[in-house]
């Protein structure tokens, strides 16, 4: 096999391994009432420290309009709250609540679920990972968008 056959393979492997992935977390995300873009959201506020929609579409590289849909998702589930900032009384942040504390935590436990890697060692984890990172644009996340 040529260099380009080579690498439309890799391709075609790493999109059903994407695939994969997605349909996993997909799953468990529904399972916690949450589409993939707010469990995105939720893990990307910090319970200790409330943020504005701003900063939030800023992390998630969406715009601003998405980022109040899916807060809006999360407030109705009763995930965040939006307060007045005792800082600046002209800004609302973004509150995890207690219950959006247990779902985050969660969240948290399926986005680091690494079972279908479980039959590589060490290094081959090591291997992969550095490659990943390599070809993924040092890691930058793909834009959100409404769902």
Request: net charge negative; proline share 5%.
């Amino acid at each position: 096999m040529d260099r380009d056959g080579l690498a439309a393979d890799v391709v075609r492997r790493m999109a059903h391994l994407t695939a994969s992935v997605r349909h996993r977390q997909g799953t468990a995300f529904a399972e916690l009432g949450l589409t993939p873009a707010a469990a995105r959201a939720l893990h990307e506020l910090d319970p200790d420290h409330p943020l504005p929609a701003r900063d939030l579409a800023d992390r998630l590289s969406c715009d601003r309009s998405n980022v109040t849909a899916l807060v809006d998702r999360l407030e109705q589930a009763g995930l965040v709250e939006r307060r007045t900032d005792p800082a600046d009384r002209r800004q609302k942040t973004l509150v995890v609540t207690g219950d959006g504390r247990a779902v985050r935590d969660r969240v948290a436990e399926v986005m680091s679920d690494s079972r279908l890697l479980a039959g590589l060692t060490d290094e081959e984890l090591g291997t992969l990972r550095d490659l990943v990172w390599k070809v993924s644009d040092g890691g930058l996340p793909e834009p959100c968008g409404p769902e």
